[in-house]
């Protein structure tokens, strides 16, 4: 019995958490048929794209994805302009179009640069290694979590870095590398304690 009213509380916290979803996607485009079209307008299309590519709703993601990378390029805008092709990349992915997927994060890559943004950039190294993993390219994969912890090295955000170093750890465990699996694993919980963050040490222990 215990079981089962376990399975019913996990069930409720998911429809609990999807309803809350719901009402902040709702929220957010109440709030973008008022809006003027400035960069605000940008960053709310982008937020409501990300949204619907949570949701699995990649079509729509893309519609606004595609909204944001036009109207900012129109505002000369150009963060918001490269996240606009961060989500168009992750709702193309979604719907299994690596190839289109890969084009709008070059994309990014190519304006985070110009721009120096480096957040931007390190997030988008990461999404560029989640495509190259599920294509099952394994050099590729690293080379962009390699990128994207130089990145975090160079912001000194101790969060980001333990996030790239057990992102590599997971992707060298895939490819039966367990001694550099481990290697990273141990790197990435000794920033962990550090930080204090003790969710993230007990996840780090739990892939070693």
């Known amino acids: 019995m215990k ?16 309803k809350g979803q719901t009402r902040k996607l709702d929220s957010l485009k109440k709030v973008l048929q008022t809006s003027k079209s400035d960069t605000n307008k940008v960053i709310l299309l982008n937020r409501i794209g ?6 699995g709703e990649y079509n729509q993601g893309l519609s606004y994805s595609a ?12 963060s918001g302009q490269a996240y606009g092709h961060v989500i168009a990349g992750l709702n193309s992915n979604g719907q299994e179009k690596p190839v289109i997927a890969l084009e709008h994060l070059f994309k990014a890559e190519k304006i985070f640069e110009r721009i120096q943004h480096l957040k931007g950039l390190s997030s988008t190294y990461n999404n560029l290694a989640m495509v190259y993993g599920e294509l099952g390219n394994s050099p590729k994969t690293l080379e962009n ?3 994207s912890l ?24 895939s490819v039966d590398n367990n001694e550099k699996a481990l ?3 141990f790197k990435a919980m000794e920033i962990r304690k550090q930080d204090n963050n003790i969710d993230g040490v007990a996840s780090s222990q739990c892939n070693i």
């Open 3 to 18: 079981y089962l009213v376990h399975a019913i509380f996990i069930i409720s916290l998911v429809a609990s958490s999807l």
């Open 50 to 55: 990300k949204a619907m590519w949570s949701r």
């Open 67 to 78: 909204g944001a990378i036009e109207l900012a390029g129109k505002l000369k805008f150009m």
């Open 145 to 147: 979590l390699q990128k």
């Open 150 to 173: 130089k990145v975090e090295e160079v912001l000194k955000n101790k969060h980001g870095i333990a996030f790239a170093l057990s992102n590599i750890a997971i992707a060298y465990s």
């Open 183 to 185: 290697e990273y694993n």
